[in-house]
Each structure stands twice: as structure tokens, then as C-alpha cells.
């Protein structure tokens, strides 16, 4: 019993929570039996398991009972498969609603039960294969930044959330309040962006904490977006993808570090103007805010990576695509490390917000997951566009154009052959039998 508390999960389908009373979990295994006359027993051929059916009872009770309960309706009628969180088996892939009913009763004041049953099902191929396909996977990402970028501003909100004045988590609220203003200054300064369009500072108010810190998070957020945006677009003209990547990804290490800048470096003068309203700066306190500046920055990667991809498709070659896929990879699962550590340091601490950051990691962290799997597929839609890359001896000793001509007759893709090739030396002077790469059309 101890075992099953200590794993029991909060359950939610797709990133709408709901509590739970009872569960009932079935599954079958779909057999073709084979009997012959005079023969004990039958043959039993094994086609695969039937999917699971998972039977719900849930529960919302309290204030504000039927607005959840209209988020979870809402969510049930939407068509498609979705994630459910299981309490005992944690994520579950692909789960159709199947049917929902719900029930009041006048002697249960703020009380609504459902049940729900689930059925598991199976991703289905596509019927037609489009010559774009990569234009399809390109939406799809989008869409999920769409609903990263709503999130984190969610999680960002309940991680600094306080009762009375005081976080359990990260102590006072002034010194949390100032680590914002500071990093916010720094983020502005970072960028040299407009001091005016852009709000980076303001008075602590403990009545206004809570709407101050939802306005600073959204600077915070604008100012990071519009940021690397920029640095992508003074780069894109003059680097290849894979440097203009590693440009925009220096800087997002670069402005990570800015929370550390702040916190060891308040006797500055510069750093002064922004963190106004204490003089010292716990470290606890700097920990949140440097936590949220890591999921802002990597969305905004994200989104200039895909946007770096999308105008060199061209040009780009597979071994780029390759390297930004694993670097970005590495990236969110660091990321996803790190929110799985501040939820069990606040469950560790006992904080009251546990449950809710609990409910808030595992969506940010199942939309990680869905944008490294979106992305991988996008980086493969891109590669398989591309034509079939062979490797063979120059035949001759001389210029990348002369051997730009032998393989395509054409010396205009001179230029090509050197993004296949970073290994030559000099384009000028390539030996004969040295291994070259190329298109095959």
C-alpha cells in the first residue's frame, strides 16, 4: 500500500486534471482458433492484443466544480486521440474517449461524478503520401509551440505562486519579486532593445505580486522571442544552417547564465538599476527564475531552428539536419531533468503547491517530449525530399567545379558539392582518389 501511495500519479487527459475515485483497467488478446476432427485441443494463432479499456470514476468538488468540469467535457468531445495520465501506469499514449456521463445530486453541494471509458488506439498510416510532406510535419510543430508557449506561462505562474506573502518553495517574495526584475534588466540589456517598449522593473506591491510577476514573465518572454529572432536573421544571410544554429544556440547558453550574472555581480552599477528592492539575493530565490528563463529561451530555439530549416530546405544538407536534431534533443532532455527535480524538491519540502506543479511538469514535460518527436520527423520529412547521397573517388585531380561538371555537367553546383564535402581542404586543389560526396541526380 505504501508502494502504490508513493507512485499514485494525478490524472488528467489531455492537460486537463481531474480526481479519482475508482479505476477499472481491461484488455484481451484477439485469437484465431483452429480445430481439426479427431484432435484434443485446437490450434490458437495470436494476432496481437485488442488495445486497453480503461473505465473511469471521476470527481470535482469544491468551487469552481463546473468550470472544471466544463474544460473536461470540452476536451472529451474533441475528435482524436489524446494523452491520458494514468494514476498507476503514468502516461498513456493515444487514448480515445469513448463514452462520458456525469451525475449531480441536490445533497452533494459543489459535487460532480463522471465515468469515463477510454479505449486504446492504434496510430493509423496514411492513405496518400504528399510530394511535401515536410510542409505537413512543419504545421504540425507549430502547433505544438503554439500550446508550449501558452504553458509555460502556466507553469511559469505556479512555480512563483505565493499564499500570505511567503513561497514554501523559494522563500520571500520580495527577494523573488527583485531576482525577476533583475534577470528581466539583464534579458533587455542582453538584446539592447528599447527600454521603453519593454517592462523590466517595477515596485514590490505583495497585493500586486501576483499580476506584476504574469507581466514581467510575458516581457521576459517577448523580449527573448524578439531577441534571437533578430541574432537568427543577421545571421542566416552569411552562415550555413549548421553555424547559424550554433550562433543562435551560443547565444541561448549566453543569456542562461545571465540569472548566475545577476546573482553574483549585485554590487554593479548596471545590476543595481534593476534589483532596487533588496540588497542581497538568495540563492533559492534565483533558482525559479533561471529555471523559466531555460524554458523560455529553448522555445524560442526551437522556433528559429525550425524557421532556419525552412528557408535553407534547399540547401541544407543531411549531416547538418542531423547534428541540430541531436543537439536540440540533448537539449530538451536536460531541460525535462530539470522540472522533474523541482517537482520532487517540492515534494519533498512538503510544499501546498506540489500537486499543482506536479500536474504542471507532467504537461510541460509531455510537450518536450511531443516537440523532440515532432521535430525528429520534420528533420527526416526534410532529408527523405532530398535526392539519395552516393560517395565515390575524384577521377581527377583538380577544382570542385571541374568536378562539379563531371558528376552533373553542371559547375553552377560547385557550390553544393562544398556543403557535401567539409572535409576538402581547399576547393581548388583536390586530389585524385580523394572520397567525394554527391547527389545522385
Known amino acids: 500500500m505504501t508502494m502504490w501511495k508513493n507512485n499514485l500519479q494525478k490524472a488528467s487527459y489531455k492537460n486537463v486534471a481531474f480526481d479519482v475515485i475508482s479505476i477499472s483497467d481491461k484488455n484481451e488478446k484477439a485469437l484465431v482458433r483452429h480445430g481439426r476432427p479427431f484432435a484434443n485441443g485446437t490450434d490458437i494463432e495470436d494476432l496481437g492484443t485488442q488495445g486497453r479499456q480503461c473505465q473511469i470514476a471521476a470527481v470535482y468538488f469544491g468551487a469552481g466544480f463546473d468550470t472544471k468540469l466544463s474544460q473536461l467535457l ?20 493515444n ?23 477510454f479505449f486504446e488506439a492504434k496510430e493509423s498510416a496514411p492513405i496518400f503520401l504528399f510530394e511535401n510532406q ?29 499564499r500570505e506573502g511567503i513561497s514554501s518553495l523559494w522563500g520571500s517574495t520580495n527577494g523573488v519579486f527583485a531576482a525577476l526584475c533583475g534577470v528581466a534588466g539583464s534579458v533587455r540589456r542582453f538584446f539592447d532593445l528599447d527600454p521603453i517598449k519593454y517592462l523590466t522593473s517595477k515596485a ?27 541574432d537568427a536573421q543577421f545571421a542566416t544571410g552569411s552562415l550555413s544552417s549548421r553555424q547559424t544554429f550554433d ?8 543569456l542562461n547564465n545571465l540569472p548566475d550574472y545577476v546573482l553574483h555581480s549585485q554590487d554593479i552599477q548596471e545590476s543595481e538599476e534593476a534589483i532596487n528592492h533588496v540588497q542581497k539575493i538568495a540563492g533559492i530565490q534565483m533558482q525559479p527564475i533561471a529555471q523559466i528563463l531555460q524554458i523560455i529561451s529553448i522555445g524560442a530555439l526551437i522556433q528559429n531552428t525550425v524557421t ?104 553552377k553546383r560547385a557550390n553544393e558539392l562544398m556543403r557535401l564535402n567539409p572535409h576538402l581542404c581547399h576547393p581548388s586543389f583536390i586530389q585524385r582518389n580523394e572520397w567525394i560526396n554527391y547527389y545522385v541526380k
Open 74 to 93: 470540452a476536451v472529451l468531445e474533441e475528435p482524436g486521440a489524446g494523452t491520458l495520465v494514468h494514476p498507476v501506469l503514468g502516461l498513456l499514449q
Open 95 to 117: 487514448m480515445i474517449a469513448a463514452s462520458w456521463s456525469f451525475r449531480t445530486e441536490a445533497d452533494s453541494v459543489n459535487y460532480v461524478a463522471l465515468d469515463i471509458t
Open 134 to 162: 515536410w510542409l505537413a510535419k512543419l504545421e504540425q510543430i507549430h502547433n505544438t509551440l503554439e500550446k508550449y508557449t501558452q504553458q509555460l506561462l502556466g507553469y511559469s505562474e505556479t512555480l512563483l505562486s505565493v
Open 204 to 230: 514590490f506591491s505583495s497585493a500586486s505580486y501576483n499580476q506584476d510577476v504574469s507581466k514581467l514573465i510575458h516581457s521576459v518572454a517577448a523580449m527573448v522571442t524578439t531577441g534571437l529572432t533578430n
Open 247 to 254: 550562433s543562435i544556440s551560443n547565444r541561448v547558453d549566453s
Open 308 to 411: 532556419i530549416i525552412e528557408v535553407n530546405s534547399d540547401i541544407v544538407t543531411a549531416n547538418e539536419l542531423l547534428y541540430i536534431n541531436n543537439n536540440l534533443r540533448l537539449r530538451i532532455q536536460k531541460l525535462i531533468d530539470i522540472l522533474r527535480e523541482t517537482y520532487d524538491y517540492a515534494d519533498n519540502v512538503k510544499s501546498i503547491n506540489a500537486a499543482n506543479i506536479y500536474t504542471q511538469t507532467t504537461i510541460m514535460v509531455q510537450l518536450l517530449a511531443n516537440i523532440a518527436a515532432q521535430f525528429n520527423d520534420y528533420i527526416l520529412a526534410v532529408i527523405n525530399q532530398k535526392p539519395p547521397i552516393r560517395t565515390r573517388k575524384a577521377d581527377i585531380s583538380g577544382t570542385i567545379h571541374q568536378l562539379a561538371y563531371l558528376l552533373y555537367q553542371d559547375i
